[in-house]
């Protein structure tokens, strides 16, 4: 069992950075790869980021490729989104999940309760 808590998310304007955290507790957090997704309202959870539990293969969805940067530092079990150059569309409840990796939610077995990301314009 892997159990994650998200932080960070918050209101900025368009332009800004924010950085998200996943915090895992449980066993064998550094086997599982980690990923992160979003859900906007009135929309179905797509796909953000991920990256395996070595830290050799990385994805990113083309929207948030080259101003997000998933990170991981398994020693202290915690996973980060940098987000960069935000965007209005970026707007969604942001979540981290862990699994067997990829760019597929079905292959995540645990998921965190989200954090609220919000993008002005």
Do not use: H
């Not at 990256?51 to 996973?79: C, E, H, L, M, Q």
């Amino acid at each position: 069992q892997v159990q994650l808590v998200e932080s960070g998310g918050g209101l900025v304007q368009a332009g800004a950075s924010l950085r998200l955290s996943c915090a895992a507790s449980g066993r064998r957090f550094s086997s599982y790869a980690m990923g992160w997704f979003r859900q906007a309202p009135g929309k179905e959870r797509e796909f953000v980021a991920a990256r395996s539990w070595n830290g050799i293969s990385t994805y990113y969805a083309d929207s948030v490729k080259g101003r997000f940067t998933i990170s991981r530092d398994n020693p202290k079990n915690t996973v980060y989104l940098q987000m960069n150059s935000l965007k209005p569309e970026d707007t969604a409840v942001y979540y981290c999940a862990a699994g067997s990796g990829g760019r597929a939610s079905l292959n995540y077995d645990y998921w965190g309760q989200g954090t609220q990301v919000t993008v002005s314009s």
